[in-house]
């Protein structure tokens, strides 16, 4: 099998508007890349959300695949606003292939 | 008044909007596909621009537009000031919840403007193009008297560790949003083209208008509905003000524009704009610039509440009294 | 007939559909955005709700509306029991399967429906307007049969275990499904509206009505083939029961007009009403209370055969029946 | 680092017209929320689907993050409706910052 | 030429362009959504298709078609040839990206022809029925020779590894794509309809047209001036390719249609169609025949600069030339 | 708890056009089954890029779950055209219920 090695994948979702600050910090840590995909409704402590393009009541999910450290960067960048913002941050360990990509 | 509010309620416009809230209350699953409703509120914002420029090319300039446009900029910047202190006295809202909602009442509903320009134009009270102007002014001063109301309440800043790229965006959002670009845009081109250059287009912008309209209030009388069904946070007290307002803020409009010598239709326009509150650009910018303030509540409150009332009674109430005042 | 047949297959209606099912057997990517489609599915709804509505608000309601529309209950809901029979016996489904294709044909097409009217209208056999009334009243009776069947044939009620949620949330879809709500919500905004209230949508909804059923009808003939092509589930006996069933349905449907008095133009509406099979509410609803069921067969059946089979022949034949037997 | 705890993370694939009743059952477990994300394609043991929104051929993803014991009991709930609903499950670690919110 | 440069800049539909690259340059949040974006640009070309193939239906074909077909054809197999050559001269690229870029010009712009035929209608040039056609045919042959021009240049065949699965798909794309398919299925259709088929549906493909292009040009300038905001991999001599290009082949085009005796619309039609660039067909079928090469060039040159840089001033000019060639 | 299996889920983001081709990879080395998600925007080494419907600018997340050697073979199949054709790929392990089928 070809050769594969860990990293971490993070996905945040955040508010449509505030997506633009979460890559920002992904770029400001020096991860090469994100990737964002649709959500389409939700609940949480806040209630129930449905997305909405007329009022902007959307989210995204934004996915991103980096070595352990900067994902480690990026964690502790988002860990103060995570709330405020009220942002969903998952993280666990994926195999790649060609890992000095990330 | 009466036959007129009667009118009101056998016109299909309104008819789609009752249609959508009664749907969502009994929790059909109808719902209009979300990138079509965009696309629908795009086309009302550019229709309602070009049509007010192509009037303005037809009419020219006048003192009366730029009175209009002043006064428009200072009640959008002032009325978020006695809203907040209303929302946290009887609303009992904190500072930087009743800064978000009250930048949403300062701020503008296209579609209540449109619906009203209807309304008017059934009732033979028709209303001066450079209203489109005054319309796209009021959508962003409402913005930043909102956030300083907020701001001042916040213990420490929170906005400020977003650097330089959270205030870049924040700006572009509050003065190049979607909607103000769409109708300063288009009431330019309107201008430019003119009558001529309009006449091409109008078979879309202008006689397809209505139908539009229709589909457009179905939609949104099922997010109304449906929001106010799902939400949290409404007290009594917000619901109350949520009606409150409109009133407060239409009478206040109708006065400023019959002081400053507008033609009845105009006036009525500009009560329109004033009581209306705004549920696109508005909370747009509250969520990058306050994401700590409750979307439940502002939304809630200007979509769910403000907007039917206005829909259903405000607007006629306001003309009403528009006449009154301004003589018909 | 064989003119009336030659201006089916010249008119754009009719030959879009055609594109869109060769563009799919040759496997082109063209494809319609799926909210755009969705969005058109409603517009044609809505706008055959108001048609409708208007001509009644002109015509006055009358026994005949009432006559009509019982008939249709009382079709759609029989229809599925000796369809489910022909099924188990020639098709060879198991009774899930045949009670959930069954609630299919019980049910109606409101795009046969509408293209019935195109074709009736271009042969000046006008069709009353309660006939909107009487499509909407079809679509729901049939999917309770259909669940009767259905649910008859399953050792232990797997559907009971979902609770009370589950029970609503179907209860909601069979009677409150988008295509009932938007149906008889038009008809009446439509019927309260009347002609002058009408007249300021009728650009959006009566003007560009043709236009945007060829778009639509493109779609279909996409999809329709599409699912033929990609289906496992179709057997040959299931194919031809496909065809036998609008067959069947459809003079059925003639004969109970005729019985009934309806006038020429209606009977072969009530005919249409019949052959046709549901691919929008019922599929929904199936999925929901019967997920164990294929879906591969229902909608291969109703959407991929039945459907263009009633497009390209089935209409035309059905007028055909009618003029022989209610004149004109 | 900013301290993270160990969730569970599930994703379950259904019908469109079934998502309800899958959301239903991760709040009858408890757990405070759920996100849906839209998918448009697939292919199983069925052949193949395409999301078709005037047919209601659709399905969606439902994702939620849970403790181990309320993952548990979601899997217990949905295990015997799996395969008669056709539903896709898939369940995995993930670390999360601030995990008593789940 | 004055006077029609000008009322090109007054006419709405290249304001909304321009209104749409303003917006992308001063990065407003402003966007179109895209199923809709999709859905207008699926609406215009149906709607091209079928007025060319009424138009056909009224004239009757003629030895004039033909040679303007053959013409098309060559031309679009024959452009990429040199224009990958200059490309590697003076553009700098290698094989790979020269032979992507030029099968785009090659190729065609069905949005720059339209546009094309709304400014000479103005001009009173009439452009004949069977230049859609012509448009049609001119989609593809320029793919073939972009991908004969870069597979030379690569080292091994990486896209042989494809197996008969991608070389299929490729084949459906080159030869059944959306355009394609839908350009001449409507022109067919038109051909068939004929004006009284038309007739009903007019109201939504003719009398809507100009309205709709609006609102595709207004997404098509945001499209184009965010593309290039963001591109990296524009150099200057790749951005003045990307305007000599259309005026190269622009000036060609209409020599040839002058040649072959075409009406001067018809030889400005041919001029515009030579100068414009793919942006729709050839893209999405370079990303699967080349995925090696760099998306960022050919869409940004093709979009980004020579689609502009036709709608504003190329296609004027092009007009002027066949005016000054073919007379008028 | 009801019993799970460990399997490997492995995701690959790819231009819309491109598509087929890893999913007819899927079916090759028979895997059961594939789900496709649509993404809206992402930035990588050649810069941003959004959804555009009429330029077709669009890439698309496949997923599939597959036994350990199965998913080996999946990856061993792509990993020539990772880089030409610009794939992303990650994998993982996920529990999931009633493993025989996949
Ligand atoms: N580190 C990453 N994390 C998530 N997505 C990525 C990452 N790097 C690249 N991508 C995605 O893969 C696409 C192609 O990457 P590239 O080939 O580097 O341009 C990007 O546009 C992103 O959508
Ligand atoms: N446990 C959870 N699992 C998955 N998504 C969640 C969970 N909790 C919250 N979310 C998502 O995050 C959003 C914000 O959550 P909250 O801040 O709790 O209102 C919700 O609307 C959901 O979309
Ligand atoms: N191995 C798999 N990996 C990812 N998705 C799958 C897999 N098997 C099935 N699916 C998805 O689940 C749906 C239903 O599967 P099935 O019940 O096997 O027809 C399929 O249409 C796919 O979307
Ligand atoms: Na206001
Ligand atoms: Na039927
Ligand atoms: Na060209």
Chains 1, 4, 6 share one sequence.
């Not at chain 2, 509120?41 to 090319?57: C, E, P, Q, T």
């Not at chain 2, 078979?203 to 997010?223: A, R, Y």
């Not at chain 2, 009525?268 to 747009?284: E, F, K, R, T």
């Amino acid at each position: 099998m070809v050769e594969t090695v860990l990293r971490k994948r993070i996905e945040i979702l955040a508010d449509s508007p505030l997506v633009r600050r979460v890559t920002a910090a992904i770029d400001a840590v020096g991860i090469t890349g994100w990737t964002i995909l649709p959500v389409s409704a939700g609940k949480g402590r806040e209630g129930l959300w449905h997305e909405e393009h007329v009022t902007g009541t959307d989210k995204a999910l934004v996915l991103t695949v980096a070595s352990l450290d900067k994902a480690a960067a990026l964690a502790d960048a988002l860990a103060p606003i995570l709330t405020t913002h009220g942002l969903l941050l998952t993280m666990w360990d994926v195999e790649v292939i060609r890992g000095n990509r990330f | 008044m009466e036959s007129a509010a009667l009118s009101t309620f056998t016109s299909p416009v309104i008819l789609f909007f009752v249609l959508g809230m009664l749907a969502a209350a009994v929790r059909s699953e109808l719902s209009i596909p979300e990138p079509f409703a965009k696309a629908m509120s795009i086309y009302l914002m550019i229709a309602i621009g070009l049509k007010g420029g192509v009037a303005v090319a037809k009419s020219g300039l006048g003192i009366e537009m730029i009175s209009a446009m002043v006064a428009g900029a200072v009640l959008s910047f002032a009325i978020p000031f006695y809203v907040s202190a209303l929302l946290r006295r009887i609303g009992r809202l904190d500072p930087l919840n009743a800064g978000a909602v009250a930048a949403h009442y300062g701020s503008v509903s296209v579609v209540t403007y449109v619906t009203a320009i209807e309304i008017l134009g059934a009732q033979a009270l028709p209303v001066a193009g450079y209203m489109v102007a005054v319309l796209a002014v009021m959508e962003t001063p409402a913005i930043l008297s909102g956030l300083l109301l907020a701001r001042k309440g916040m213990a420490s800043d929170a906005g400020s560790d977003a650097g330089g790229h959270a205030r870049d965006d924040l700006l572009r959002e509050v003065f190049l949003n979607a909607s103000v670009v769409l109708l300063i845009g288009s009431f330019i081109i309107g201008a430019i083209a003119g009558p001529d250059g309009f006449a091409d287009v109008q078979p879309l912008f202008d006689t397809g208008f209505k139908g539009v309209l229709c589909l457009f209030l179905l939609d949104m009388g099922l997010l109304a509905a449906r929001r106010l069904r799902e939400s949290r946070s409404i007290t009594w007290r917000l619901a109350l003000l949520a009606v409150g307002f409109p009133l407060l803020n239409g009478t206040l409009g109708v006065l400023v524009g019959a002081g400053i010598g507008l033609e009845t239709g105009s006036v009525a326009a500009l009560g329109v704009l004033c009581a209306s509150a705004s549920y696109i650009a508005v909370p747009a910018a509250m969520r990058m610039a306050l994401p700590q303030a409750d979307a439940g509540i502002y939304l809630a409150m200007s979509l769910s509440i403000t907007f039917p009332f206005n829909i259903l009674f405000g607007i006629s109430l306001i003309t009403w009294l528009a006449r009154a005042l301004a003589g018909s």
